[in-house]
């Protein structure tokens, strides 16, 4: 049969806005979770980190929040500019084991002007 | 500082030819990583090696590929024979372990196209 590519989840949002950026995890025992940013031509980039002894994380603009209970992070870019364009990706992680960082499939955030 | 440092930035080769991609870990970073970005497959990680001891390679795809890491501040990763199938865009990243952070700093990217 054809074969066809990853179907990256979009996600367009309006210059100034505030965009929420979903991700569902798969390992229950993961522990540690990154969010990462990779801009067209460009390695991904560290945006922020959380662990799972917290619910919530705050950095210059962005917001992390984790809900072990349903297995699922969100991250929270508040007021959104042209240059927050790009895929991100969240990751996780479970400390101590010999496998790392796990990354997810990706949400590509557009701004529109 | 420098970051990760990848050469070529990118590769077009024909089929069946040999291709070798380098990676510079940052300075003083002891783990380093390889890993491949497809549309098909999105971002997987390949191999990676610890203090230049490769630990997990379950990820590399068949004997074509091999990965070596002769010092600290040097990494291959060689494809031979190279096939179409292979074209995508390798990463490297590296780390500092132990550390209280899991981050991985990536390089720019090699682009490669088998023709």
């Known amino acids: 049969g054809e074969s066809v590519g990853l179907h990256l989840p979009t996600l367009s949002v309006q210059e100034g806005d505030n965009s929420i950026i979903n991700c569902a995890y798969s390992?229950?025992?993961?522990?540690?979770f990154i969010w990462y940013k990779q801009e067209s031509g460009k390695g991904p980039q560290f945006i922020i980190d959380?662990?799972?002894?917290?619910d919530k994380r705050q950095g210059q603009r962005v917001t992390v929040l984790l809900n072990k209970t349903v297995k699922h992070l969100s991250l929270q870019i508040a007021a959104t500019q042209p240059g927050d364009s790009a895929v991100y990706f969240c990751?996780?992680?479970?400390?101590?084991?010999?496998?790392?960082?796990?990354f997810g499939s990706g949400t590509q955030l557009t701004v529109l002007p | 500082d420098a970051g990760v440092i990848q050469s070529p930035r990118h590769e077009v080769t024909e089929m069946g030819q040999e291709v070798t991609l380098r990676c510079k870990p940052i300075?003083?970073?002891?783990?380093l990583f390889w890993y491949r970005q497809t549309m098909m497959r999105g971002l997987e990680l390949l191999i990676y090696?610890?203090?230049?001891?490769?630990?997990?390679d379950s990820g590399m795809p068949e004997d074509r590929f091999s990965a070596k890491m002769p010092n600290a501040s040097f990494s291959t990763l060689k494809i031979q024979p190279s096939e179409p199938r292979d074209s995508a865009v390798y990463f490297c990243?590296?780390?500092?372990?132990?550390?209280?952070?899991?981050?991985?700093?990536f390089g720019p990217g090699t682009r490669l196209t088998v023709t």
């Open positions: 090696f610890n203090n230049n001891v490769p630990i997990d």
């Open positions: 300075s003083g970073h002891n783990s």
């Open positions: 959380i662990r799972s002894n917290m």
């Open positions: 990243a590296s780390r500092l372990i132990p550390d209280k952070s899991y981050e991985q700093y």
């Open positions: 990751a996780e992680f479970i400390s101590g084991s010999a496998r790392q960082l796990t």
């Open positions: 390992n229950s025992a993961s522990d540690y």
